[in-house]
């Protein structure tokens, strides 16, 4: 199983720039896909992107049209890290942010949060205006 650690989690201005971080220890190698999502009070879990982890180069990055174009997935292999940066940042941002490493054959640019079978416990983003 994968075990998942966000950080980076913060207060922000609307606007502003954040960049959270995941790392992954445990059996990663199954893992097939590692997506962000987010969920604010009272809301549903949101699917952000995801990374698929089969691609070498880190090109095959999903994302939602809500955050298309404002925010960025990467991964460093070497530190069992993949990141969220988030740029431009707006109050409806503000959630609890989870990253989940997914195994099963479901295509990573679905972004469907029932395909993910390990999860962080999330951190915290705080977007003010």
């Known amino acids: 199983r994968v075990q998942l650690a966000e950080s980076g989690g913060g207060s922000v201005q609307a606007g502003g720039s954040l960049r959270l971080s995941c790392v992954a220890s445990g059996n990663i190698g199954d893992s097939r896909c590692m997506g962000w999502f987010r969920q604010a009070p009272g809301k549903d879990r949101e699917a952000v992107g995801a990374?698929?982890?089969?691609?070498?180069?880190?090109?095959?990055?999903y994302y939602s049209d809500s955050v298309k174009g404002r925010f960025t997935i990467s991964r460093d292999t070497n530190k069992n890290t993949v990141y969220l940066q988030m740029t431009g940042l707006r109050s409806e941002a503000a959630a609890l942010y989870y990253c989940?490493?997914?195994?099963?054959?479901?295509?990573?640019?679905?972004?469907?949060?029932?395909?993910?079978?390990?999860w962080g416990q999330g951190t915290q983003v705080t977007v003010s205006s």
């Open positions: 990374l698929s982890l089969r691609d070498p180069r880190g090109n095959s990055v």
């Open positions: 989940a490493a997914q195994d099963d054959r479901t295509p990573c640019y679905t972004l469907r949060a029932s395909s993910y079978n390990s």
